[in-house]
C-alpha cells in the first residue's frame, strides 16, 4: 500500500507532463505528416542570384497549387517547404541536411545555380532522396549520383549552340572570352563553347577571369580590347555580365557582347541599362512564344504574381513540380527509390519548356532560344532545337 502511494503521484505526474506535451503533440503532428506529400526546395530567394531563387520558386509555386486544386496524388496534397540559401553554399548544405533530415521531404527541387546543386547533390544522394534541377545546366550535376535528375538542356548543347551563333549570326570569327573562374557553370560554359568554336574555325583572342562578385572589370576588358575581338564572349551571371556591358562600353568597346542562361534577369536591363541594347543570350523559354501551353502559363502565372512575366527559371521550376507529381503517381507511392525508378522512366512528359525525356544520364533534351534586348526590353531572336 505505501508503495502504491508513493508510485501513483510519480506516475500521475508522469503522463500528465508526457501525454498533453511532447507525445501527444508528436503523435497530431506524425498524423499531419501523413496527410500531405512534403516536397522541399532550396532557392535562392536572397542574395546575389536573388532573381534565380525567386523565379524558380514562384514557378514551383504556381505548380504546387495547381496540383493540390485537382485534389494533389495519391490521394494526397503537396505541402511545399521552401528554404532560402541566401544564394550561398554553406547555407546550401545546412537546408538540405534539415529538409532532409527534419522535415523528411520526399525529393528535393533545386536549384537554378549549377555551383549550388552541386553542393545539395551530394546530400540527397547518399540519403536516397530524389533530387530535381530545374535549371542547373553543368554537366557535373545530374553526374553525382542516380538520384539526380534535371528538366533542362546541358552546357554541351548550349556552348555548341552559342559556338555556332556566335560565328553565323555575329559573323564572328574572333572572340574574347570572360569567365567568372568561381561559378563551376561559367568555367563549364566556357570551354563547351571554346571546342565547337575552335573546331569551326574560330579563335580565342583573349582569355580573361573574374569572379563572382567582382566590380570592376576594366584590366580585363582593356585586355580585350587589345585582342580585336568580333565579340565577346561573358558565359556568368546577370549582375557581372550588366557591369561588364557597361564597363565595355565606357572603354569605346563597340562590338557585341553575348552569354547563356546566366543572363537572365530583369536586374540584367536594369542594372546594364542602355549598354545591354544589342547583346544576345541563349535561354530554355520565351514568353513571347505563341504555343497554347505557353500562353496558358504566361496567363496564370501574371494572375498570380501582379501581372509579372514569367522566365526560363520560373517556366522550368514549374516544370520541374510537375515532373516530380507525375512520378510519385507512377511510382504508387512516396518512398525515394521507386520515386527514383519512376522518375528515371519520365518520357514525353508535356510542360512548359517542351517535353521532358530523361535519359540513362538523368538529362532532359530541349530546344533553346535566343535572347536580345532592344529599345530596353527583352526580346525573342529565334529557337534552336537539339
Ligand atoms: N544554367 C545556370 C546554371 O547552371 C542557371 C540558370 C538557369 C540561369 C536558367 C538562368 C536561367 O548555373
New binding site residues.
Given amino acids: 500500500m505505501k508503495k502504491w502511494c508513493f508510485l501513483l503521484p510519480l506516475s500521475v505526474l508522469a503522463l500528465g507532463l508526457v501525454l498533453p506535451g511532447c507525445g501527444q503533440k508528436s503523435a497530431e503532428t506524425a498524423a499531419a505528416d501523413d496527410a500531405v506529400i512534403k516536397v522541399g526546395e532550396y532557392a535562392s530567394l536572397t542574395g546575389k542570384e536573388a532573381a ?1 531563387g525567386q523565379s524558380s520558386h514562384k514557378g514551383t509555386e504556381l505548380a504546387i497549387e495547381e496540383l493540390n486544386t485537382q485534389g494533389g496524388v495519391l490521394g494526397k496534397k503537396f505541402k511545399l517547404i521552401s528554404e532560402d540559401n541566401q544564394s550561398k553554399s554553406d547555407e546550401t548544405a545546412n537546408i538540405s541536411h534539415k529538409l532532409i533530415s527534419r522535415d523528411k521531404v520526399v525529393a528535393l527541387l533545386g536549384e ?4 549550388r ?1 552541386l553542393i545539395a547533390a551530394p546530400i540527397c544522394q547518399e540519403n536516397h532522396i530524389p533530387m530535381i534541377s ?5 554537366p557535373k ?1 545530374t553526374e553525382v549520383g542516380d538520384y539526380i535528375f534535371r528538366v ?1 538542356f546541358t ?1 554541351p548543347f ?1 556552348g555548341k549552340l552559342l559556338a555556332n551563333f556566335a560565328k553565323k549570326s555575329l559573323k564572328a570569327t574572333k572572340v574574347a572570352l570572360l569567365t567568372d573562374v568561381a ?3 561559367s568555367v563549364g560554359l566556357a570551354s563547351f563553347f571554346k571546342e565547337p568554336f575552335l573546331a569551326n574555325g574560330g579563335t580565342i583572342v583573349a582569355e580573361q577571369k573574374f569572379s563572382s562578385g567582382d566590380k570592376d572589370f576594366k584590366a580585363q576588358l582593356t585586355a580585350i580590347k587589345a585582342g580585336n575581338p568580333d565579340a565577346i564572349f561573358v558565359p556568368g ?2 549582375t557581372e555580365a550588366a557591369l561588364i556591358s557597361q564597363q565595355a562600353r565606357q572603354l569605346g568597346i563597340t562590338v557585341p557582347l553575348f552569354g ?6 530583369p536586374e540584367l536591363i536594369e542594372i546594364g541599362g542602355k549598354a545591354v541594347e544589342g547583346t544576345y543570350y541563349s ?2 523559354y520565351s514568353a513571347e512564344d505563341s504555343s497554347p501551353v505557353v500562353q496558358e502559363f504566361v496567363k496564370k502565372y501574371r494572375a498570380k504574381f501582379k501581372g509579372e512575366t514569367p ?3 520560373a517556366a ?1 521550376g514549374y516544370d520541374s513540380a510537375l515532373v516530380l507529381a507525375d512520378a510519385i503517381k507512377r511510382a504508387g507511392t512516396t518512398d525515394g527509390p521507386k520515386v527514383r525508378d519512376a522518375l528515371a522512366a519520365t518520357k514525353d512528359f508535356v510542360g512548359i519548356t517542351g517535353k521532358t525525356t530523361l535519359d540513362a544520364a538523368r538529362n532532359a533534351t530541349k530546344g533553346a532560344v535566343i535572347m536580345t534586348i532592344k529599345d530596353g526590353k527583352f526580346k525573342y531572336v529565334e529557337t534552336i532545337n537539339p
Fill in positions: 534565380f537554378v545555380a549549377s555551383g546543386s530545374p535549371s542547373s545546366t553543368n550535376v533542362c552546357d548550349q561559378a563551376p557553370y551571371y546577370y547563356g542562361d546566366g543572363w537572365e534577369a535561354t530554355h522566365d526560363a527559371m522550368l
